[in-house]
């Protein structure tokens, strides 16, 4: 085998022009999955931040029941004891923000015109690390000292064409089924990016959200969580668990990843785009591999009838092409990698703004990040590629006749 | 018995396009060990056919060939295959040395072919470079080396499994007349000193001169 190795490594580098090129055309396909590899990476990274800083946090806390059934009946699964739970949260490791939410909806209205809204009752103060991304572009936050304020989704604000100091009226149902109106003034107008949410979404403070609703002070419908990173979602979610336990307490806990939909939604839709890539370049890489060693074989026919005159069996000339495919695969792997990483690094450099995605209303500089399980694909898939396609020249060098193959000039 | 190869009753017929083509008709003869012969004969007379055919590079349509007694019409590929690395050496008309190994890797390839012969493998190929007098061109490459070279870089390639029969084809068709006599002075020299049993082709008057028996092939009989 190390004779056949030696000779599949000098034999690479015999033809060094066809190697050159066919080793550029496994460098771009290895460098074209690392970057766009790298992208889909970013955009994850980009999605999974944005929903968990803008809406679901990293960690909620429900009424047991509220998950399955708290969409018909909101007010039958509220937490009774907010604030006693808060204190407890918030002196687990990794906490940052620990703050409350109650959801409601209904029909908000300038006098003129009427429309239905989402809301969400929240403490101004834990909201505002939940925020990052939905920005305020007019007016002011939510404040505690202000609690008439309500905050609306810039597409909302638009529909109505109200702007700060404004007077709204919300119209709800009470938890007992009754209508009840709260009046509001617009305190601010935001923009999260997410045109669905920047449409229909409003905000009050909680204790004006619980008194329309007719509840009590504790009462809330979750509790959201956001930790120092995203990565200490599990361990957190463990200690809770415990703390559940140890309290005897009737609670449900939901991570960011079984709230944040779009974000999986994302992960398939790009991950399948990235498969067909992958695809394309796999084909790519077993025809540059074929036709080279295809080449390879007819120029050294003498060559292999000559082997196997001195005694070479068959099997060992496939081992020979093979082998040297299979250098071919880790030279084109180490190339892609190279200019795959040096790609990825200049074009988030350079920066690039790309428009505003689908559902989205902002656009976004490209990122490119350096994934190492992204590095092992690509390399894993030129070396595999390359030798899987000179298995077939490789056979077929070793079925010749060999009086032809040294007759052969 | 002493003989290293006994050709019998051989024939060998190709077919082109529709036609059969005899390239040997019915030869028969035998070489002993430590001969040196040599198979003269016009272009297509079938020297080549018959190398070929004892050297278990093709299998003849009928007859029998033995190597060392040896029957070979029937052995697989693969055990042809075999039987080449441990009893056969060749010697080709274009040298055949493998470009990208030097003139020592291309010595030891046989021996690295057939693991058995892994034991005092650098002794062997130094003291096969040193028969052919080319010691201090062992890590040349054969695009670096004369022909005259080249063709002893194949010899020693030939030689260095101690092989019970070297075949040449034509060893010195490529040369100018000056080196090859050297190179078949060197093959007489190997044949007296070692008892190397060689069989070649050649249609150099000079080169058959030297040969202890000559067998005349025309239009694929012996004469």
């Not at chain 2, 010595?107 to 693991?115: A, N, Q, R, S």
């Not at chain 2, 201090?136 to 029969?165: K, M, N, T």
Request: aromatic share 6%; hydrophobic share 45%.
């Amino acid at each position: 085998m190390a004779l056949y190795a030696k000779l599949a490594v000098r034999n690479v580098f015999r033809n060094r022009r066809r190697t050159l090129i066919t080793l550029a055309a496994m460098g771009f396909g290895a460098a074209a999955i690392i970057v766009f590899g790298g992208f889909v990476h970013s955009i994850y990274f980009g999605v999974r931040e944005s929903t968990i800083r803008s809406q679901v946090g990293h960690i909620q806390i429900y009424r047991k029941g509220y998950s399955e059934k708290g969409n018909l009946a909101p007010y039958d699964y509220l937490i009774a004891d907010y604030p006693a739970l808060r204190e407890a949260l918030q002196r687990l490791p990794h906490v940052r923000t620990v703050t409350a939410r109650l959801g409601f909806s209904g029909l908000v209205s300038t006098g003129d015109t009427t429309t239905a809204f989402v809301g969400a009752g929240v403490v101004p103060e834990g909201e505002m690390n939940l925020s990052a991304l939905a920005v305020i572009v007019d007016g002011n936050e939510l404040a505690s000292r202000d609690p008439r304020g309500v905050t609306l989704g810039v597409g909302l604000a638009r529909a109505f064409g109200v702007k700060p100091g404004d007077d709204l009226t919300l119209l709800t149902t009470t938890k007992a089924g009754a209508i009840n109106a709260l009046a509001v003034k617009v305190r601010g107008v935001w923009e999260s990016g997410e045109k669905a949410y920047d449409d229909r979404f409003l905000r009050v403070g909680l204790p004006e959200a619980q008194r329309v609703l007719d509840l009590e002070s504790g009462e809330v419908q979750s509790i959201v969580l956001l930790l120092d990173a995203t990565d200490n979602t599990a361990a957190v979610r463990a200690r809770i668990e415990q703390l559940i336990r140890e309290r005897g307490l009737d609670l449900e806990i939901r991570t960011w990843d079984d709230l944040a939909l779009r974000y999986h939604q994302v992960r398939e839709l790009f991950g399948r785009i990235f498969a067909v890539l992958t695809l394309i370049v796999s084909v790519m890489v077993v025809f540059g591999i074929t036709n080279t060693m295809t080449m390879a074989i007819f120029e050294r026919t003498r060559e292999i009838g000559t082997v196997m005159a001195l005694g070479t069996r068959r099997r060992g000339v496939v081992a020979m092409f093979v082998l040297e495919g299979f250098v071919l695969g880790v030279l084109g792997a180490l190339a892609g990698l190279a200019l795959g990483v040096v790609l990825a690094k200049a074009i988030s450099a350079i920066g690039i703004q790309l428009p505003p995605p689908p559902g989205s209303t902002r656009g976004f500089t490209v990122q490119i990040f350096v994934v190492p399980a992204v590095l092992a694909q690509a390399a894993q898939l030129s070396i595999i590629a390359a030798t899987l396609a000179s298995l077939y020249p490789a056979w077929r060098a070793a079925r010749v006749n060999v009086v032809e193959a040294l007759r052969h000039v | 018995m002493d003989d290293r190869v006994a050709v019998e009753h051989v024939s060998k017929t190709y077919r082109l396009g529709n036609v059969g083509v005899t390239a040997l008709d019915d030869v028969s003869f035998s070489v002993a060990t430590g001969e040196f012969v040599a198979i003269a004969g016009p272009s297509g007379s079938g020297k080549t056919t018959l190398l070929n055919l004892i050297g278990c590079l093709d299998t003849p349509t009928s007859g029998e060939i033995r190597i060392d007694g040896e029957a070979v019409s029937a052995l697989s590929a693969g055990a042809r295959a075999d039987l080449r690395a441990r009893k056969l050496g060749f010697v080709f008309q274009t040298f055949n040395l493998i470009p990208v190994l030097t003139a020592w890797e291309n010595v030891e390839y046989p021996l690295l072919i057939h693991p058995r012969e892994g034991r005092d493998r650098r002794a062997r190929v130094a003291a096969a470079l040193e028969q052919v007098g080319l010691r201090d061109r062992a890590r040349h490459r054969p695009p670096e080396l004369s022909g005259g070279q080249q063709q002893r870089v194949a010899i020693a390639r030939a030689l260095v499994g101690e092989p019970a029969l070297v075949l040449a084809d034509e060893p010195t068709a490529n040369l100018d007349s000056a080196t090859g006599r050297d190179i078949v002075e060197l093959m007489r020299s190997l044949n007296r000193e070692r008892r190397v049993t060689f069989v070649f082709s050649t249609h150099d008057p000079r080169i058959m001169s030297v040969a202890d028996r000559l067998l005349e092939i025309s239009d694929g009989r012996l004469r």
